[in-house]
């Protein structure tokens, strides 16, 4: 027992079971820390943070926080998860995170030069408004590194605007020599030997988790589509149609024979058809070979609604496309593949753009190599002093200055850098937009066909550029829930 900072005697405490360690009076012998203290209820949160993140790096373990400062209750409590690793991690994540997030994450395992990476990460589609839900740890410790943080947010950098974050838990093991856990009081950060080889494993197993994901959006798509249809309000009094109103173009109902001459107004005459197709919704006849393609997972094209939404069925529910957003995703993802096979086009400039950067400029030329891959050749020009000689030739003319200084800021924020890669990649997504099909182009039933199963066979197609869905799916049963049939 310690009381103050002095050592007391040891005495005996039987258990049964465990370890109980108790704190009382933490700042009694350094009342300054008293003062910088925030509310209880700050505290008590940062206090939940802590025992989160340690529940979730121990599935097996199971963890009762309880809040003593008033009435004493239960603020968080898990029980120890059974089964192997991955199942065991669901299932404590979705009791931590919500089940929400276990629903849409991408179980995660990957490994490089004896380093490796486990856990889950969410899909794009099921992203954060900040970095709240990020957990990252290293040999089961929790760190906030911002070398980590950097290669998450990189991976995800092609399917999210910069306003939407990751949701993740990633777990990276490796062994103890090749990572200094001592360079920060709390241990929250880390300096690991090769950080290229522990950014790299994340950037690459996250890409390669994603990619294997396919079309897929989360499910919150639909269940915030579901959200936004509201029930009829039930009233006691019977409810009068406009069919049984009298008005000024309908006189009183009296006999059959009295009202032959009367004509309804448009669209409640018997002799009008039940439905009728208009400019704002048009329906084809499904052909009698695309009925089997009811059992794909985005089903079989079956009307198009306002020239802009594509409407599919599937054996078990609908499908809603947004045509524009999923094609523009499309050849996007063309663009890219052709770029990648191909290369980065480079233009020579005709007088070398001379850029002084002082002490920063080695930091520049140690990273070259991956600049050059990207369309950027740069080369020593003296002391503190870079020579641009080549850049990507889809920028067009750009300042080679400010660029370099752009990437130099993202080196210092995040420990590496993708500005160039960015800057490219939203070139090819501008180019992307303007060749793809417009909203407000009438298609045929082919034609929605066609773009439901190119989107089927190509990776990252349940979002859009920006990171927002190209279609909802909604289930027969919810549907029919919505109408009250169940």
Not at 2 to 17: D, E, F, H, N, Y
Request: charged share 25%; glycine share 8%; proline share 6%.
């Amino acid at each position: 027992m310690s009381s103050g900072g002095a050592l007391g005697r040891v005495k005996p405490a039987a258990l049964t079971r465990g370890t109980v360690v108790e704190l009382r009076d933490l700042f009694h012998a350094t009342p300054a820390r008293l003062k910088f203290l925030r509310s209880d209820r700050a505290e008590m949160q940062a206090i939940g943070d802590v025992v989160k993140r340690l529940a979730m790096a121990e599935p097996a373990i199971g963890f009762t926080l309880k809040d003593m400062t008033d009435a004493p209750r239960v603020t968080f409590r898990v029980e120890a998860e059974q089964g192997e690793l991955f199942s065991a991690l669901r299932a404590r994540l979705a009791a931590v995170l919500g089940r929400d997030f276990a629903e849409n994450a991408l179980p995660i395992d990957a490994e490089r030069e004896g380093l490796r990476l486990t856990g889950y990460a969410a899909l794009p589609t099921y992203s954060r408004g900040s970095a709240v839900a990020q957990y990252l740890f290293v040999n089961g410790r929790p760190v906030r590194d911002k070398l980590l943080v950097g290669a998450l947010r990189a991976a995800y950098m092609d399917f999210l605007s910069r306003d939407r974050h990751p949701a993740a838990a990633l777990f990276l093991d490796c062994p103890p020599e090749r990572v200094d856990v001592n360079v920060h009081p709390a241990k929250s950060e880390v300096r690991f030997r090769e950080p290229g080889i522990a950014r790299g494993l994340i950037v690459s197993g996250l890409r390669h988790a994603l990619a294997g994901a396919g079309h897929r959006a989360s499910t919150t798509v639909a269940g915030a589509t579901l959200g936004t249809f509201r029930p009829e309000p039930k009233c006691d009094t019977p409810r009068v149609y406009q069919m049984d109103r009298r008005g000024r173009d309908r006189p009183a109902p009296t006999t059959l024979a009295a009202n032959r001459d009367w004509q309804a107004p448009n669209g409640f005459s018997e002799n009008q058809p039940l439905w009728e197709a208009t400019p704002s919704a048009r329906v084809e006849p499904p052909p009698e070979d695309t009925q089997g393609l009811q059992d794909r997972p985005l089903g079989a094209a079956r009307a198009q609604l306002h020239e802009n939404y594509i409407l599919a069925q599937t054996r078990d529910g609908l499908v809603l496309v947004d045509q524009h957003a999923a094609h523009e995703r499309l050849v996007y993802e063309r663009l890219k593949r052709q770029m990648a096979e191909t290369g980065v086009a480079r233009q020579a400039l005709l007088i070398p753009e001379i850029v002084n950067l002082g002490g920063d400029a080695d930091r520049l030329l140690d990273r070259a190599a991956e600049l050059e891959q990207m369309g950027l050749v740069i080369e020593a020009f003296g002391p503190g002093t870079l020579a641009v000689r080549e850049t990507p030739a889809i920028l067009g003319e750009i300042n080679a200055e400010a660029l370099l200084r752009d990437v130099l800021d993202e080196l210092d924020d995040l420990g590496d850098s993708q500005t160039l890669q960015s800057r490219i990649e939203a070139i090819l997504s501008r180019v992307a937009c303007h060749g793809s099909i417009r909203s407000g182009r009438r298609m045929s039933a082919d034609e929605m066909n066609a773009l439901l199963r190119e989107m089927e066979a190509t990776p990252h197609s349940g979002q859009c550029n920006h990171g927002r869905p190209t279609y909802v799916e909604l289930k027969l049963g919810d549907i029919e829930r919505l109408f009250g049939r169940t």
